[in-house]
């Protein structure tokens, strides 16, 4: 199964239903090509970057936990509605109350390498009726965004995180804050 590695506290952001999207300019292993959404459909791998918390607005108190280094523990799939790349900075700040990162976050992400774009995903979440936990590999490592993991064989069972009301209200809210609605 292809899991889309991203800080926890944005996974529980996702989980909860208080973020919709994932803002991503791409890790350091994506090569030249750089970073890009190869896949439509993933599990979302929680990853602990030790300063996450001081790049993010509104964390809930306790939410940074010390992971357990030798276990994975994948709860949530999420399926792209859209893809775009953003090279409007005006389209990176009206999506400010669509997710948790600092203004100044989205801003050294939007600035990166000097290309000022980054890539926005629209996404559908769903939880795992019970969370899959599986042991580390060399391969979950690194600055890479993609990685395969072992199958957890029940995303047919997996649950909206949002009614689908409220998740097609917040696409099109989505879609005309950047000008393609």
Same mark, same amino acid.
């Given at each position: 199964?292809?899991?889309?590695?991203?800080?926890?506290?944005?996974?529980?952001?996702?989980?909860?239903?208080?973020?919709?999207?994932? %803002? !991503? #300019?791409?890790?350091?292993?994506?090569?030249?090509?750089?970073?890009?959404?190869?896949?439509?459909?993933?599990?979302?791998?929680?990853?602990?970057?030790?300063?996450?918390?001081?790049?993010? !607005? /509104?964390?809930?108190?306790?939410?940074?936990?010390?992971?357990?280094?030798?276990?994975?523990?994948?709860?949530?799939?999420? #399926?792209?509605?859209?893809?775009?790349?953003? /090279?409007?900075?005006?389209?990176?700040?009206?999506?400010?109350?669509?997710?948790?990162?600092?203004?100044?976050?989205?801003?050294?992400?939007? /600035?990166?390498?000097?290309? !000022?774009?980054?890539?926005?995903?629209? %996404?559908?979440?769903?939880?795992?009726?019970?969370?899959?936990?599986?042991? /580390?590999?060399?391969?979950?490592?690194?600055? !890479?965004?993609?990685?395969?993991?072992?199958d957890c064989g029940v995303?047919?069972?997996?649950?909206?995180?949002?009614?689908?009301?409220?998740?097609?209200?917040?696409?099109?809210?989505?879609?005309?804050?950047?000008?393609?609605?």
């Amino acid at each position: 199964m292809i899991a889309f590695k991203e800080w926890s506290l944005v996974c529980d952001a996702l989980g909860s239903g208080r973020q919709s999207i994932i %803002l !991503r #300019k791409g890790g350091i292993a994506e090569g030249r090509s750089g970073f890009s959404w190869q896949h439509d459909e993933f599990a979302l791998f929680p990853t602990y970057f030790h300063s996450q918390d001081q790049a993010l !607005r /509104d964390i809930p108190a306790g939410s940074v936990a010390a992971p357990h280094e030798s276990l994975h523990t994948i709860s949530l799939l999420a #399926k792209v509605d859209f893809k775009v790349l953003l /090279d409007d900075w005006s389209q990176v700040a009206a999506l400010a109350s669509y997710h948790g990162w600092t203004e100044e976050t989205m801003q050294e992400r939007f /600035d990166y390498t000097g290309e !000022r774009t980054i890539s926005l995903a629209v %996404l559908r979440v769903f939880r795992l009726p019970e969370p899959f936990t599986f042991p /580390d590999a060399p391969g979950y490592g690194g600055c !890479r965004s993609w990685v395969t993991v072992p199958d957890c064989g029940v995303a047919a069972d997996a649950i909206p995180v949002l009614d689908d009301a409220t998740h097609t209200q917040r696409v099109a809210e989505i879609r005309r804050l950047i000008g393609l609605a």
